[in-house]
């Protein structure tokens, strides 16, 4: 096990580059099942969840290789079961549930289950496959679907869900027929999916907006692309830069893809400017209280949430930050409170009151954005902060430690801890 200790205090300043996105890696590894051959995959991020879903192709049969490149050969797919002991590490893992059935006519999934911030049921991906005309059974904590061929359906989503636009887009590519998502997510990642998914020879429309369409075909072919950056990873080292009374170039990112991360780093007092080729964060001595309430895409992101409440640590005054996605998302603010932080808790709403001189202190990542948000406390707390069960760091930053030590961070991982 690793640890990440941080020695606060430092200023970051200089350029750094955004690692291909991971929400938008996992579900397009996952399409490679959609078509026959080999397809490559490039700027592929080095994460957890990502080694994750390639031992899953694997097990099902594909001939996985590379890294930041990542080659798939699907010709010889003849295993249709994603196992609980790979679902039970990686939620995304049931991305593979509408390509097998959509391609092979049958698919074997775990159950996901429970997850730290929150249940995230797969019920809207089982009720839209369903309206396709699958016979699902559910057993042993199993989903068994099975499908001579799909066929299109008009599906209204109860709640905004990404992974499940993903899946039934991916599922829908190739039934009979026309198929509509309606009340379907906006991310960013969802688009570009459906971008994927027509270099492929997919005809999908209105990716990005609450209405998709797709007209089914009888075949795809494999494709070669290169991921897009990551929007999470760029807003944090926005944050970072911010905090620090930094200036950083942040490259390779998308500026279309931060605004509700912009328009609030502004409405707090930092400098952000485009320039070519990226984002430039200049941080400020003083910041002002600023709220946010986490929404879907467009909105502010649930994953920013954490972060931005260290920062808002540094405000002078009162921040209410309401957080509308995941109902256990504040497990961090112990881990805040220990190091000095004022934070109340009151249901989905975090009052945050600054500014406050953050201490160091060991502390226990929970979650994904939770270790982030640990990390990037470390950089102002004085003294020296441990950073525990880095893991969680791992699913989702690719070598986040080394960006910012080039940065002028005084920060390493080192060996210890949970």
């Not at 291909?20 to 959609?34: E, H, V």
């Not at 009151?353 to 950089?379: F, I, N, Y």
Request: charged share 20%; proline share 4%.
């Amino acid at each position: 096990m690793y640890k990440i200790v941080i020695k606060g205090g430092k200023r970051l300043a200089g350029e750094v580059w955004v690692s291909g996105a991971k929400n938008a890696a996992l579900p397009i590894l996952a399409s490679s099942l959609l078509a026959r051959g080999q397809s490559t995959y490039r700027n592929v991020p080095g994460l957890g969840d990502v080694v994750t879903m390639r031992k899953l192709l694997g097990q099902l049969g594909a001939k996985v290789r590379g890294d930041g490149t990542t080659v798939i050969d699907t010709t010889n797919v003849n295993h249709f079961e994603a196992p609980y002991e790979l679902v039970k590490t990686m939620r995304a893992s049931a991305l593979v549930l509408g390509p097998l059935l959509g391609r092979h006519g049958q698919a074997r999934v775990s159950l996901p289950g429970g997850c730290a911030i929150g249940a995230r049921p797969i019920d809207q991906h089982l009720k839209g496959l369903a309206a396709m005309g699958a016979r699902i059974e559910l057993e042993h904590g199993l989903v068994n679907a099975r499908a001579r061929r799909l066929h299109g359906a008009t599906i209204v989503f109860d709640l905004v869900t990404v992974t499940g636009t993903e899946n039934l887009m991916m599922a829908a590519v190739l039934a009979k027929g026309g198929t509509t998502l309606e009340n379907a997510a906006c991310e960013p990642e969802v688009e570009e999916l459906a971008r994927v998914l027509n270099k492929m020879g997919a005809h999908i429309r209105g990716a990005g907006t609450p209405l998709v369409t797709v007209e089914g075909v009888d075949e795809l072919h494999p494709v070669d692309h290169a991921i897009i950056p990551d929007r999470i990873e760029a807003g944090t080292l926005m944050v970072a830069a911010a905090i620090t009374r930094g200036n950083v170039l942040i490259r390779d990112c998308m500026p279309e893809h931060l605004d509700a991360v912009t328009a609030k780093l502004r409405a707090a007092g930092a400098e952000v400017t485009y320039e070519e080729g990226g984002v430039r964060v200049v941080g400020k001595n003083e910041y002002r209280p600023t709220d946010i309430a986490t929404r879907p895409h467009p909105g502010f992101p649930t994953d920013m949430q954490a972060q931005f409440m260290v920062l808002m640590s540094r405000a002078n005054g009162q921040s209410v930050l309401s957080e509308n996605i995941f109902e256990n998302r504040f497990m961090h603010v112990p881990e805040l409170l220990r190091m000095g932080a004022d934070i109340v808790i009151d249901g989905h709403l975090a009052v945050v009151r600054g500014p406050v001189k953050l201490k160091g202190a060991k502390v226990m990542a929970t979650d994904l954005r939770a270790s982030a948000c640990l990390v990037l406390a470390g950089l102002v707390a004085e003294g020296t902060t441990e950073v525990l069960r880095v893991y969680h760091l791992d699913r989702g930053y690719d070598h986040l430690e080394r960006k910012l030590r080039a940065l002028g961070a005084d920060i390493r991982r080192v060996r210890g801890g949970l």
